[in-house]
């Protein structure tokens, strides 16, 4: 069984830095698979917000957090990371990380002054 875990959430001001973090058990080959994270604010849909690819890499952004946020992993830790820059009031939300329809506890993120 697939688990994640993800942690590192808070209350931040404006233009502040969070990292997120996540860690992933019951996945063999982690190296191999993409990984992404999500948020979602209550009462609204999820929104995808980047993926981290597996294999040769790579990555890709939302729009709304591309310029802002940095996605990495560590493979020889099984763990999924989210570099969170110039933090907004709209990127308050319960962020998760994902492996394909696997979505592990959130971690909660809220922006304000």
């Known amino acids: 069984e697939v688990q994640l875990q993800a942690s590192g959430g808070g209350l931040v001001q404006p233009g502040g830095s969070l990292r997120l973090s996540c860690v992933v058990s019951?996945?063999?080959?982690?190296?191999?698979?993409?990984m992404s994270w999500v948020r979602q604010v209550p009462g609204k849909e999820i929104e995808w917000v980047s993926t981290a690819y597996g294999g040769s890499g790579g990555a890709a952004y939302a729009d709304s957090v591309t310029g802002r946020f940095t996605i990495s992993r560590d493979n020889a830790k099984n763990a999924l990371y989210l570099q969170m820059n110039d933090l907004k009031s709209e990127d308050t939300a319960v962020y998760y990380c994902t492996y394909g329809p696997v979505r592990g506890q959130g971690t909660l993120v809220t922006v304000s002054s």
């Open positions: 019951g996945l063999e080959e982690f190296s191999e698979y993409g």
